[in-house]
């Protein structure tokens, strides 16, 4: 079995699905934040301005993101960025789950409890142990550090699998040499 933080690590310089290839994403609630446009479509946007993160006014109990693809991708993980400010409104317990292909119910894919961030506009990256191939996820969170209150995500992002990682590796290297 592989070692969890090594398999974490690997996830950082792992190639994520592009925003191209996410038909949509919708979330549970969202109201115009203080700068006026904290909403869902914010969470693909690599950007670490005021107003670039979701927010949900009613807090984490029963808060959900769900991230639909253009056609079936291959994952082997999540990643979620804590926003600007307010760490009270950081999720620290969620789960993702993820509509197999070809599959009509969701599958658990991982299950995080007890997440911090140390700082603002940090990356919590969580490994699935295997590559899932999905068609959409889910991410349904269930608590705040103080239990109440609104709160926010600055980014998500969908790690694609190793073999995907290494097949466009392997491609560039041909292509690449063709060149040569």
Do not use: Y
Not at 72 to 82: N, Q, T, Y
Not at 108 to 115: I, K, Q, S, T, W
Request: glycine residues 8%.
């Amino acid at each position: 079995m592989a070692d969890p933080v090594s398999f974490v690590s690997a996830l950082e310089s792992c190639e994520e699905v592009p925003a191209s290839m996410v038909r949509s994403i919708s979330v549970s609630a969202q109201v115009p934040g203080g700068t006026g446009v904290e909403g869902a479509h914010q969470l693909m946007r690599p950007s670490t301005s005021p107003g670039s993160k979701w927010l949900d006014p009613w807090g984490a109990r029963g808060s959900w993101m769900h991230a639909s693809f253009r056609s079936p991708v291959s994952l082997v993980g999540f990643a979620l960025r804590s926003a600007n400010d307010c760490p009270r409104r950081d999720p620290c317990d969620f789960d993702v789950l993820g509509r197999l292909e070809h599959a009509e119910s969701w599958v658990l894919l991982a299950e995080v409890r007890g997440a911090v961030f140390a700082e603002r506009w940090q990356w919590l990256r969580t490994g699935f142990g295997k590559a899932a191939t999905v068609t959409d996820v889910r991410v349904e969170f269930h608590r705040l550090p103080g239990q109440q209150g609104a709160m926010q995500v600055g980014q998500v992002s969908f790690p694609l699998s190793r073999w995907v990682c290494r097949r466009r590796l392997v491609l560039w290297r041909s292509a690449l040499a063709l060149q040569c």
